[in-house]
């Protein structure tokens, strides 16, 4: 199982809060087989402790220490809000949600950070094609 399907980019979204994004997301995880149906909870339960909100426009919703027991494998779900979403108090442009296997977590975590360590870094992927974001984001692991 890849980290990425292109069917989970999802480009010019139109949710409009933060806990739907990550509802959506825990919905594509559970039904492409990453998670079990309880990750979406253990991604809101983070919220509650931690802003995933990191910076540059970007979130990274993912689940707290003790889901990680829901993971089956890692994925990767990009939403671009090209016209922003309020999460905690910041606007985002881009949400990768995260379901990290094991260890894996970690290094996605540090390679998407690397990715979009940049602002201009992060409006170029979210004015991108699924195609380039897929090729960007498909060999992170």
Known sequence: MNILEKKNIILNCSLTNKEDVIRHIGNIFYKDGYTTEAYTQAMLDKEKVFNTAIGNSVAIPH???DGKKEVRSSGLVIMTFPNGIDWNGTTVTLVIGIAGA???????????AVACSDEDDVTAIVHS???EIYTQFATID
């Open 129 to 131: 094609t699924a195609d």
């Open 102 to 112: 094991g260890d894996e977590h970690v290094e996605i975590l540090s390679n998407i």
């Open 63 to 65: 689940g707290i220490e």
